[in-house]
Structure formats: structure tokens, C-alpha cells
């Protein structure tokens, strides 16, 4: 006579019981988990930005204070555009949702040899390309995707009113020409003062283009009227982004305001010249820490 079995398997109510309980605690711990991610991306985003401030003022250091180039190509008349007066920009390239070379070329980024000769910061950044790229902004359009890219090389710009050289001239934007200042040197810094005004930014993923970001300053407010972001800063760190400032620090700055924050998401289309509030708190906040004469 065969013996029965011992062995039982779970019953169907026993297994549903397994997984509601699974699926309880994975609905506890994915916030848990997502917040510990967004926290680590932004603890690399403010070191990339301190390591990136610490080499731009090291160059300084070494040409009698005077900041890196900062232009905007596409306004450079001498040949070849990314070079003026002989000398390549902090970075070289104006990137898009294409499938332009100019999305992905690192030699823009740090190559400072001829016949490559593209970034002022190369050398002194010891040719690491990844402190330009913020780990939460690791997004690529679908024709980029087709082609392969999972993300484009670049998340950050610099402020308009640092560095010479060519730029599109804010009388397009509607300010006074008169009132914009630009901070060549680091003996510039004067309102603000350096520790309180911005150098580096990650601009948004949408608004990103060419090596420099436009925001009004404090005396352009008082000037003109100013009721638009030129182009967007970053806020993929849950609705602020990485910034460092003229004295060598970076910290992770909180949007606060309505108009940026409801560009959390990204459209891969060019969004700039966005409409707000000459009183938007995020627009007095960027003004109040560009420079002013």
C-alpha cells in the first residue's frame, strides 16, 4: 500500500496572502528607496559642481584673476566660432534633441590640444567630463534613443554676467543694455558678493543649448521689465537643482515658485522664453544672486 504524502503545498488563499504582503512592503520601501537614490544624486550633483567652481577659480588663480572665457558661439563673428581671439570658451558646443554630434562630443567638454582646442577647463579639471553632467538629468530624446544614447553629455551652463566674450545681446530680451554687468574677473564680484552669486547651474533639460544661461539681475529689475526665465534652471532633484557660487561653494538650491515647478517633467522640445510673474520668487531669487555693477 503507498504511503501519503506528508508534504503539502500552499494553498490559493495562503499564496495571495504572500504576495499582498509582498506588494505591501515594496510599496513601503520603493519611497524609502526613491529618496535615498534622489539624496546620493544630489550629493554627487554638489561635488561635481564644487570640483567644477574649484578648477574655474584655479584658473583665475593663474590668469591674473581673470575668469574663464564664457561665450555664446553663435554670436562670435571670427573663425572658426569657437574660438575668439585664438581661445576656445570654458566649454565649446550648443546641444538639441538631435542626433548632432554636438550632444555627445566630450572633446568640447575637455580637450584643450590642437587641433582640438575646445575648453579653457580641461587641464585642471584633470579631463573629467563627467562633472559636467548631473546624475538625475540623464535623459535622451527618442531619435536619440534610435540611435543608441541613453542621455546627452552635458546638464550645465554658466551664468550670462560671468566671463567675457561674445553673447546675444539682452536688448532682444527687452532689458537695458546699460544695466547688464558682467563679472570678467573674480574682483567683480561686487553685488552680490561672491559667496552669494551663482557661476554654474544645471539648466533644465528642455531650455539647455549653448555653454550659457541668461538671468536678469538685480538692476536689470530695476530697469526694465522682466517677466519671463530666458531659459530655465534644473530641477530634476525633485524640484531643485545644483548651483556653486563665485567663493568656491555649491549647494543644492529649492525652487519654490509655480512656473518652474511645472516643468518638473521634460518635453524634448526647446522651452524657453517662459512667461511668469515679474514677482516670481524663483526670478527675484536668480536675480538677486547675478551679478550687478
Not at 521689465?225 to 529649492?254: R, Y
Request: with cysteine; charged share 15%.
Amino acid at each position: 500500500m503507498k504511503k501519503k504524502s506528508n508534504i503539502r503545498g500552499f494553498t490559493l488563499i495562503e499564496l495571495l496572502v504572500v504576495i499582498a504582503i509582498i506588494a505591501i512592503l515594496a510599496a513601503i520601501l520603493m519611497p524609502v528607496l526613491n529618496r535615498a537614490k534622489m539624496r546620493a544624486e544630489a550629493t554627487d550633483c554638489m561635488n561635481n559642481k564644487k570640483q567644477l567652481i574649484t578648477a574655474t577659480l584655479m584658473y583665475a588663480s593663474d590668469n591674473q584673476e581673470f575668469l574663464p572665457l564664457n561665450m555664446d558661439e553663435r554670436n562670435n563673428t571670427q573663425t572658426p566660432a569657437y574660438l575668439y581671439n585664438g581661445r576656445p570658451s570654458w566649454i565649446t558646443g550648443v546641444m538639441d534633441w538631435t542626433t548632432s554630434s554636438a550632444n555627445t562630443n566630450l572633446a568640447y567638454l575637455i580637450s584643450n590640444k590642437t587641433p582640438m582646442n575646445y575648453s579653457l577647463l580641461g587641464d585642471y579639471i584633470g579631463n573629467v567630463y563627467k562633472l559636467f553632467q548631473c546624475p538625475a538629468d540623464m535623459f535622451a530624446s527618442p531619435v536619440q534613443h534610435l540611435v543608441g544614447w541613453n542621455s546627452r553629455s552635458r546638464s550645465i551652463a554658466e551664468n550670462a554676467a560671468i566671463g567675457s566674450g561674445p553673447k546675444y545681446s539682452v536688448s532682444h530680451f527687452g532689458w537695458s543694455t546699460s544695466a547688464w554687468y558682467v563679472a570678467n574677473k573674480t574682483t567683480d564680484f561686487h553685488s552680490p558678493g561672491p559667496s552669494d552669486c551663482w557661476v554654474y547651474s544645471d539648466e533644465h533639460p528642455d531650455s539647455i543649448d549653448d555653454a550659457i544661461m541668461y538671468t536678469a539681475s538685480t538692476t536689470i529689475m530695476a530697469s526694465s521689465t522682466v517677466n519671463q526665465f530666458i531659459e530655465l534652471p534644473g530641477n530634476q532633484h525633485g524640484g531643485a537643482c545644483g548651483m556653486s557660487f563665485g567663493d568656491g561653494h555649491a549647494e543644492i538650491h529649492k525652487w519654490i515658485g509655480a512656473v518652474i515647478n511645472a516643468h518638473l517633467g521634460v518635453t524634448y522640445t526647446g522651452v524657453r522664453n517662459v512667461p511668469c510673474s515679474p514677482t516670481d520668487p524663483d526670478l527675484e531669487w536668480l536675480a538677486q544672486h547675478t551679478p550687478a555693477d
